[in-house]
C-alpha cells in the first residue's frame, strides 16, 4: 500500500474525531452557558441519620451527630410582582409518583422535575433567577468544616409525664411514711384568686415540640458519601427531618 493508499484509508477515522471532539467541546459551552446545576442557599434540609464519635488531629474525643444528606430541588421561584415577595420553593423528600396527588405533581411538572419530591419549604432572598427553578441546592457552598449551623427540628415525643421528669421538681421525702414522694403538691391559693394561675407548672404532655439549637460547628462534609458531622446533638429522633441553616450569631 503507498503512502497516499494509507492516508485515504486514514482520513474517515480523523475526520470522526474531529467531529466528536467538537460536538463535546459544543455541550460543553452549551451547559457553560446554561450556568451552573445547582444553587447556593443559606438552608437546607437533611435526614438525622444518628450520632458517634471521632478523634481530631490532637486526639481529643469529639461526639458528632451524623446529618444525611438528601437532594433539595427549586420548585418555584416566587417574585416581588407576581407574589409580593422574593423566595424559592424548595422541595425534599422523593416518593413514588403513584403516592403523590394530583396538585403536587402537577406543580412538579410546571416546574419539570421528574423528581416526586412530596415536603415543601421557602427561603426568602433579596433577589432571585426565574432559570434556577429544577435545579439543586448546593451544599458545599456555604456549609464547610468549622463553620457554624444553626439546626431545627421536631424534638423526641415522650409522652404524658409528671413534673419530676417534665420540670425537673425535686419531690418530697423518699422515707417510708410519707405520701409525698413525686407529686407536685398543691397548685392554688385560698380562696383568692380562687383559682389556679395561668402557665402553672403541671403534669402534661413532654416532647414533640420545634426547637433549634444554635451554633454548631460543622465537623466534617462529605458529598461524594452524602453526610455531615455535626459536632454535639441536634434535637428529633432517628431518621427525621432536620433544616440545617447558616448560624445568624457567628
Known amino acids: 500500500m503507498t503512502d497516499n493508499e494509507k492516508t485515504e484509508a486514514t482520513t474517515p477515522e480523523v475526520e470522526a ?9 459544543q455541550s460543553k459551552e452549551e451547559k457553560k452557558a446554561k450556568g451552573p446545576s445547582k ?3 443559606k438552608e437546607f434540609y437533611g435526614l438525622k441519620a444518628g450520632m458517634t464519635r471521632i478523634f481530631d488531629s490532637e486526639g481529643r474525643h469529639v461526639p458528632v451527630t451524623v446529618v444525611k444528606l438528601i437532594p433539595n430541588y427549586i420548585t418555584q421561584v416566587k417574585t416581588a410582582d407576581k ?3 422574593a423566595a424559592y420553593q424548595v422541595g425534599y423528600y422523593e416518593k413514588r409518583a403513584k403516592l403523590l396527588n394530583k396538585p403536587t405533581a402537577g406543580h412538579l411538572k410546571k416546574a419539570g422535575l421528574k423528581e416526586n419530591v412530596t415536603r415543601f419549604y421557602e427561603v426568602q432572598a ?8 429544577g435545579k439543586q441546592v448546593d451544599v458545599l457552598e456555604n456549609f464547610t468544616k468549622d463553620t457554624y449551623v444553626d439546626v431545627t427540628s421536631i424534638s423526641k415525643g415522650k409522652g404524658f409525664q409528671g413534673v419530676i421528669k417534665r420540670h425537673g421538681f425535686r419531690g418530697g421525702p423518699a422515707s417510708h411514711g410519707s405520701h409525698f414522694h413525686r407529686h407536685g403538691g398543691s397548685i392554688g391559693n385560698r380562696a383568692t384568686p380562687g383559682r389556679v394561675f ?3 407548672k403541671m403534669p402534661g404532655h413532654m416532647g414533640q415540640k420545634k426547637r433549634t439549637i444554635q451554633n454548631l460547628r460543622v465537623i466534617e462534609v462529605n458529598q461524594d458519601q452524602g453526610y455531615m458531622l455535626v459536632k454535639g446533638s441536634i434535637p428529633g429522633h432517628k431518621n427525621s427531618f432536620v433544616k440545617v441553616q447558616t448560624s445568624v450569631k457567628k
Open 126 to 133: 433579596d433577589e432571585v433567577d426565574a432559570s434556577n427553578i
Open 39 to 41: 444553587v447556593s442557599l
Open 17 to 25: 474525531t474531529t467531529e466528536v471532539t467538537a460536538s463535546a467541546e
Open 198 to 200: 395561668k402557665l402553672k
Open 83 to 85: 407574589d409580593g415577595y
